[in-house]
Every structure is written in C-alpha cells, then in structure tokens.
C-alpha cells in the first residue's frame, strides 16, 4: 500500500472531460437559442433560463470543480511524497460529487431553482455539496499533514484557499428557510441578499475559477516546462495580497444599484489594486516559462498551458478595468460581461486545464497520447473559439453599452430597446459558431485521451523516498 | 528577512496556514457584509409596499423556477437614460420582501422593475405564450405551458406564506387561510401576468426621477 492513490483522480478526470462536453453542448445550445428562439421545441428543460442555468452548473461546478479535485489529490501527493490520505473517503467524495452533479443538473432542468445566480442548486443540494466539501478538506489536509516533505509547496497554498474560502462563502450564501424539498427561501432579502451573493458570486470566480486554477498552475507549469518557479518570494507575496485583496471586490457587480455608495466605491478601489497580484503570479508564471521555449513548441500540453496563462493576464487586466465606475456604467448588463466571463472560463480555466489533461493522462494511463497532432488541431479551434467568442462579445456589448445610453438633443432615448436587440443578432450567431469551435476541439481532446486510456489501467506509482535538507524531521 | 522566517512557520504547519488563510480572507466581507445585514440595518419597506398576494408570490416563484433573471434585470441605475427608458431608478426599499433578491446581472431584454402596470393583461397573456405575435423581433422563449398548468400545482402556497411569515413578512392568518381560494381556478400564465404587473408600483404617482 505505498503507491499513490491515482485511480480516483482518473475518475474526477473522466467525469470532468464528461461534463466539460455535456456542459459546453447546453451553452452552445443556448448561445443558438438567442439566433433561433423557437428551438427550444417548448419544451421546459430545452427553455433558455433553465438550460443556461444547467450549463453554468455542468461547467462550474462539474467540469470544473471535478477537474480541481482531480489535480489536487494528484499534485498534493507529489508534492508531499505520501498517499493520499484516507483513499476510501476520497471515492466518497469521487461519488457524492458527481451524483449531486447528475441529479443537480436534472433538478434544474426540472425547474428546482434557488434563484441566486451560480448558486441555483437547491437546498438539499447545498448540503450534500457542503458534506462532499468537508470530506474533500479531510483527504486534502489529511494528506498535507502526513507529508514527508518539509514546506507545503505553493500550489496546496492556493487549493487550501479555494477550499477554506469556498466553504465559507458557499455557507453564508446558501443559508435559507426550506419550504419543501425542491423550494427555500433566502434568509436575507432584497439589497441584502444582494451584496450577499456578490460577495459570494465574485469570490467563487476568485477562490475557484482564479485561486484554484493557480494551484494547478503552480504544479502544472513548472512540471511542464521542466524549470523551477522563477520567484519564490514573488510566488509568497502574491498568495497573500491575492487571498487579502480579491473578497473584497464583488461590490463592483452593484454599480449605482440600490446599495450604499461606500461599499460601490470600496469594491471598485479594491477591484483596482487586485491587478497587482493578480499580475504578479502571471509574471511568475511567465518568468517560469521562459527558459523553456523550446519545449513550447514542441509540447502541446505546455502550449495550452502557456496560452492560458495569456488569457488569465488578459481576463484579470479586464475586470479591474470593468470595476472603474465610468467603464461600467457602459458595460453593465451587457454582453461585455459574458465575454469577460468567457475569456477567463474558456481561455485560462479550460485551457489550462485541456493542458494539464495533456500532461497527466499519459502519465496516468502509462502510454504516449495518442495523437500529437489531434491535440495540435484542438489548440488551434480552442485559440480561434476563443477569440472569436471574446470579440463577438465585445462587439455586442460596447453598441448595447452605447446605444442603450445614447440621448438625444431633448434628452429623450435614440434607440428603442427592441431596435438594438435586434442589431445584436450577427454577434449573437458568430458566438454560437465560435462555442461550436470550441466544443468542436473539446471533442478531438475526449477522443484523444479516451483512446490514450483506452484498454489500460492507472499506473500504480511509489512515492520516491525523501532524504537530504527537504525531508521533514 | 524576518518576514520570510515567519512565513517559513506558516508553510511548515498546515493548522496555521488554514488559521491564516481563513483570518486573511474572512476581513473584506467582515467590513462589508457586517454592516449591511446585522441587526435592523436592512432597509424600511417603502411606503405602501405590501407583501406580494398569493397570486403574485406564485408567479414570482414561477419566474425564479424559469430563470427569467437569466435575461431581465430588475434594476434601473440611477442615470437619465435609464429612468427616460424604464421609469424611476430602484430604491432599495422597494425590495424589502424580495427572498431571493431579482435584479439580474444581464439585459438580454430589457429591465422589468417598473413594468407593472405598463402592458395590458392581454397583451402579456399574448406576449409569454408566443412573444413574437406582439413583438416580432423578440428572441424570449414561448411559454405555453404555463396556460396549461394549474397555480400552485403542489399545492405549497399556505406552507410557502408561513415561511415568509417566519422570515418577517406581515402576513395575517386570514390571508393564509383563504390563499388556496384566491388561486382557485387561476393557471401559472395569471400568475406570472399578475406579478408582472405588481412590479415597481411603489413609485407610482410620484414625481421623482
């Protein structure tokens, strides 16, 4: 019993590939909604409030957070050169996890809906999800705490955050009176419930979608590119002023909303200063790859990987920018904010995650992947999805922005709310092509790593011994 | 570099950096959350602002189960484009008994906080079971089930209302008492038009912006 317990991690690693698929096939379905309304066929499950709230779960919280949980229980025992602890609650977790995700996206589609946007799942859900979450604490410090390594190394740093801090904001968050199995209500109302489910809407961007994918950054990318992290100290002070600095921005989502002027302005000064860490890990992360261009070409797995650290530096130079009021007050609402969302969820989470998937499944099936060159094609459809996504949406978003402001020289609205929906439809098609291009090369990386797997088993690895100065005492 | 000796401690001891992580992160919601909801901070219902009727809370949580927030926002900012096009900006009042709140982050249609009252019965009734009949550009979803299905098909509103009651929503027993007969006969498309048109009334008939 002394090899590393990486069975569960192919698990989360299948499951996650799953979602990934079923959940960007709901967005790209819903994307042709807005093109082709009448498809939803009149079905309620097919109808676009609940099919877009079952495809921001199956990426969230199943593609996702399943792909975290994987590379957390593969890199904590790296990293720690020990088992990872308790293996039998680490399949609990493996089952509770992707059974509320299954049932979860079925309630939603059912029409069960808390109505806090990200946080739908309804109660009895949320309490699995917190058990699941605890239980996940438990293997991951559990595994920390039986190292024979001396320091944590830096990427349990930033797992540790996403699960300490997610916890709490999925608690706070949730907290609501059950009227019956599928309906609760909020216990906070109103502007309340508002500032309550920014503070949770934005830190889960911060805590999962920024602080947990760092965590695979941090192992992933100097794994990769076969070089140590260029800044140890750079890699200390960003950690902290990121974990210190990001709870405080989500008031920038209620911009000149019915909530206090104090707290608009302190989430925007906050939003401000967040690039500094933000951008300080990109440099580390940059300065750790630069000393391994030739392997970047090479390498497909490190060319998602490096591509994906662009977007992570494009998405977080974007968001402070969208805080400052005067740039919100044409951004707010408008499609600007999808394409801000997706310029982080496809070009640094999916990326980056395509790309440890590129790394570690080889290794895990004990095999070469099976086609370079697939996995080439999907780096291409994946940059040109990508882009195009970003652009379209950009497109959209700054007219909205300007038409729906625009007055004329009586002070009266130029444009009829109906004139500019309808001027969004080019836009609108040109993001459903480009999710479909992006879908597209989600499908070739599936393929290609199902045949990788394909007949084999995980391969059972020993922790290599530790000794010398590192060995903990 | 004393400060990196200290951290040497917290990267060695895995209680201290989850103390350190949970302190460090727990302070900016501290400072924010705490004065928004302790205590009696929440905001005074407006003058007049009832809680929703039977009807209405059915169709609001009709509205919640189909994600219409997905798409409408309930929130008109402050700034004269937005009170030209929609009516008075949104006052925090006005939202005393919204669990969970509505206003949306994305107008892929337009906002919805001052609808009531601007469209007739008629015209919702045509709008939700085929919008494009009344507004031919409209990319909303049809809704056609929701003239099929009876109000309050689980039979849930007393229990729904005494969970509100509970959370401080002054509603009487009588109106619990006589909420199934108010939604006798009615269907989910009555209850949906009739929420609609209960949306942002509190500012009518007066002058402000």
């Known amino acids: ?322 805080a400052i009021k005067s740039v919100n007050v044409f951004s707010h609402f408008t499609e600007w904010t999808i394409g801000h969302v997706h310029s982080g969820a496809l070009g640094w989470n999916a990326l980056i995650t395509f790309g440890t998937y590129y790394f570690i499944v080889p290794r895990m099936a004990g095999a070469p992947l099976y086609s370079a060159r697939l996995a080439n094609i999907h780096f291409w459809l994946a940059l040109a999805g990508t882009v195009l996504y970003v652009l379209s949406m950009w497109g959209a978003g700054l007219s909205q922005g300007v038409l729906w402001l625009s007055l004329d020289e009586l002070g009266e609205v130029r444009f009829s709310f109906n004139d500019v929906m309808a001027a969004m439809q080019p836009y609108y098609l040109l993001r459903f092509l480009a999710g479909l291009a992006f879908l597209a090369g989600a499908v070739l990386m599936a393929w290609n790593l199902a045949m990788t797997f394909a007949g084999r088993r995980t391969v059972l690895v020993a922790p290599p011994a530790v000794a010398g100065a590192q060995a903990r005492a | 570099m004393s400060w990196m000796s200290l951290h040497r401690r917290l990267e060695r001891n895995a209680g201290l950096l989850i103390f350190g992580i949970l302190l460090v992160s727990a302070v900016g919601g501290m400072v924010q959350l705490l004065p928004i909801v302790a205590g009696d901070s929440h905001p005074q219902p407006a003058e007049g602002l009832a809680p929703y009727s039977p009807l209405e809370l059915e169709g609001r949580d009709i509205y919640i189960r189909e994600s219409c927030s997905t798409c409408h926002t309930q929130q008109i900012r402050p700034l004269l484009a937005e009170v030209r096009r929609y009516g008075p900006y949104s006052r925090a009042e006005e939202f005393a008994y919204d669990r969970p709140f509505l206003w949306g982050s994305k107008r892929t249609g337009p906002d919805l906080h001052r609808v009531g009252g601007r469209y007739s019965d008629e015209w919702h009734r045509l709008h939700l079971l085929d919008p494009r009949s009344v507004v031919p550009a409209s990319i909303m979803p049809a809704y056609p089930w929701f003239g099929r299905n009876a109000a309050d098909g689980h039979g849930s509103i007393q229990a729904r209302m005494r969970a509100l009651a509970r959370l401080g929503h002054p509603y009487t027993e009588q109106q619990i008492a006589e909420a199934p007969s108010a939604l006798q006969g009615k269907t989910e498309l009555d209850a949906v038009i009739a929420y609609l048109q209960s949306l942002g009334r509190s500012m009518d008939g007066k002058s402000e912006p």
Request: neutral net charge.
């Open chain 1, 1 to 322: 019993m002394t090899h590393y317990e990486d069975r569960v991690v192919t698990a989360f690693t299948y499951c996650s590939v799953l979602w990934a698929l079923l959940g960007m096939a709901a967005g790209v379905y819903v994307a042709a909604e807005l093109v082709w309304p009448t498809i939803d066929l009149g079905l309620p499950a097919l109808s676009f409030g609940r099919l877009r709230t079952a495809h921001t779960t199956l990426v969230l919280f199943g593609f996702g957070v399943s792909a975290l949980i994987a590379t957390a229980f593969y890199s904590v025992q790296r990293t720690s050169h020990v088992r990872l602890f308790a293996p039998g609650l680490a399949w609990a977790v493996f089952y509770a996890w992707q059974g509320a995700i299954v049932l979860g996206a079925v309630s939603i589609l059912s029409g069960w809906n808390a109505g806090k946007e990200y946080a739908e799942l309804e109660w009895p859900f949320d309490l699995a999800i917190t058990a699941a979450w605890v239980a996940f604490a438990v293997v991951f410090f559990g595994t920390i705490a039986r190292r024979k390594i001396e320091s944590i190394y830096i990427s349990n740093w930033f797992y540790g955050a996403l699960i300490i801090v997610v916890a709490m904001l999925h608690i706070v968050n949730s907290l609501a009176l059950p009227v019956t199995l599928g309906k609760s209500y909020s216990l906070f109302a109103g502007a309340q419930d508002a500032v309550v489910q920014w503070w949770y809407g934005h830190n889960a961007v911060g805590f999962l979608l920024t602080g947990g994918f760092l965590g695979m950054l941090y192992y992933f990318l100097p794994k990769q590119a076969e070089q140590p992290i260029w800044s140890y100290r750079l890699s200390i002070v960003a950690f902290w002023a990121f974990v210190y600095t990001y709870i405080w921005a989500g008031p920038h989502h209620l911009h000149y909303h019915a909530v206090p002027e104090w707290l608009q302005s302190l989430g925007m000064v906050m939003s401000l200063i967040l690039l500094a860490p933000s951008w300080a890990t990109m440099i580390n992360g940059i300065m750790t790859v630069s000393g391994a261009a030739k392997k970047l070409k090479a390498d497909p797995a490190l060319k998602f990987i490096v591509l994906a650290l662009a977007f992570y530096g494009l998405a977080t130079f974007e968001g402070p920018m969208l």
